[in-house]
T-cell receptor
Framework: SSELTQDPAVSVALGQRVRITCQGD??????ASWYQQKPGQAPVVVIY???QRPSGIPDRFSGSGSGNTASLTITGTQAEDEADYYC???????????FGGGTKLTVL | QVQLQQSGPGLVKPSETLSLTCAVS?????????WGWIRQPPGKGLEWIGT???????YYNPSLKSRLIISVDKSKNQFSLRLSSVTAADTAVYYC?????????????????WGRGTLVNVAS
């Protein structure tokens, strides 16, 4: 299978924790990576290898997963975290890139 | 520091060919990594277009494969996209990006460097 499924929209109160999920069979073969995209900007990787965080990404961002599901968790959500979030992996065959449909995070 | 600089027209006529180039600085394409094109129609999500490996191997989105050519010019350290017979549905912001792929159980893949994006309008 070459699809990754995300909830279209999630909201969270300022300072609270939020989890964004991504489901797909390919996640059994490839760890998910996660991207934050703000309006008018290119995506930025916030988590790769399911739980690894690039330098410069705040430690309130964390990743986890099991089986065919990956999760991005933001603990102590800030107003600047309001953005679209996309998961990414490859299809089970490994030759094609796959993106989830994206989750719009609203910080209340 | 790796930088990807995109260039190409922002307006293409229907039925013509969309051409974009991504010049890479701070890293030699010949040394490794996968180099990809991704697009995003206005108000919509990310769509993978295709990828070229440093050895010239190409991998295309099946839905675009018949119209698509991705190539690399190692002498200029850049890679290019050509999408033929465009229609309004090809209007999007086009990004180039570098992808790391690490084999394992499971494997790891992620785009660690992105171009700034080029808005391409298909209109007459």
């Amino acid at each position: 299978s070459s699809e990754l499924t995300q909830d279209p929209a999630v909201s969270v109160a300022l300072g609270q924790r939020v989890r964004i999920t991504c489901q797909g069979d390919s996640l059994r073969s490839y760890y998910a990576s996660w991207y934050q995209q703000k309006p008018g900007q290119a995506p930025v990787v916030v988590i790769y290898g399911q739980y690894q965080r690039p330098s410069g990404i705040p430690d309130r961002f964390s990743g986890s997963g099991s089986g065919n599901t990956a999760s991005l968790t933001i603990t102590g959500t800030q107003a600047e975290d309001e953005a679209d979030y996309y998961c990414h992996s490859r299809d089970s065959g490994g030759n094609h890139v796959v993106f989830g449909g994206g989750t719009k995070l609203t910080v209340l | 520091q790796v930088q990807l600089q995109q260039s190409g027209p922002g307006l293409v006529k229907p039925s013509e060919t969309l051409s974009l180039t991504c010049a890479v600085s701070g890293y030699s394409i010949s040394s490794g990594y996968y180099w990809g094109w991704i697009r995003q129609p206005p108000g919509k999500g990310l769509e993978w277009i295709g990828t070229i490996y440093h050895d010239g191997s190409t991998y295309y989105n099946p839905s675009l494969k018949s119209r698509l050519i991705i190539s690399v010019d190692k002498s200029k350290n850049q890679f290019s996209l050509r999408l033929s017979s465009v229609t309004a549905a090809d209007t999007a912001v086009y990004y180039c990006a570098r992808e790391s792929l690490i084999s394992g159980e499971p494997s790891i893949c992620y785009f660690d460097n992105w171009g700034r994006g080029t808005l391409v309008n298909v209109a007459s």
